[in-house]
């Protein structure tokens, strides 16, 4: 037990890894993802410390990576049909639809098209709806690169594995949800549409 590396007075604060996921590489590398809480970009001394902890409990011969990037971000293109009643709510539901989606996806997980659809169908007053174009990216990709999920109301690919382990929808400026799909007039990338 004495050759056993641990911590003799762990302090429950400095426990500020609370995702994590092993990706076996070939060659003997090993890709360990993490993220703090939120999840958020782990950085610095917390990121060196979090290396050196791999490799101390790491067999002898293998080579661990230890990243902790930004999110992944996720532009969407989509008329969203809905119940003219829920004008008042519709827009702010649906955004915490996809925001919730995101979230709920386990770390590390995949971006699934029809998942993402079940959600925002499920928002109160949403009749239907038509995914323009849906595109992913990590985030040292800049927008427009990435891969294409839906392409002009077409399927290309109907998942993603997520890069940073964790995905949040569109920042860049122009791109978001609320902005206009071309320059400064006509619908949304959220288009809602009462039927």
């Known amino acids: 037990d004495d050759l056993i590396p641990f911590y003799p007075n762990p302090n429950p604060n400095y426990r500020i890894v609370k995702y994590c996921s092993v990706v076996p590489g070939s060659l003997g590398t090993t890709l360990i993802k993490i993220a703090g809480a939120g999840p ?3 950085t610095g001394s917390a990121l060196s410390a979090a290396q ?3 490799t101390t409990l790491g067999f002898p011969g293998l080579i661990y990576n230890v990243v902790s990037l930004d999110p992944d971000k996720l532009f969407l293109q989509v008329d ?41 169908r499920a928002v109160p007053g949403v009749t ?35 890069v940073a382990g964790y995905i949040v929808k569109e920042t860049t400026s122009g791109k978001t949800l609320t902005d206009y799909r071309v320059g400064s007039s006509g619908p949304l990338n959220l288009n809602l549409i009462p039927v």
């Open 40 to 42: 958020v970009k782990i």
């Open 52 to 54: 050196t902890f791999a």
């Open 80 to 120: 969203v049909f809905f119940n003219g009643l829920y004008s008042g709510v519709i827009q702010g539901n649906v955004i915490a639809a996809i925001d919730n989606y995101l979230a709920t996806i386990p770390f590390d997980g995949k971006v699934d098209v029809l998942d993402l659809q079940i959600a925002i």
């Open 128 to 162: 239907s709806l038509l995914v323009i174009n849906a595109k992913v990216r990590e985030d040292l990709v800049g927008f427009p690169g990435g891969i294409s999920l839906i392409q002009n109301y077409t399927e290309i690919n109907k998942d993603f594995q997520t």
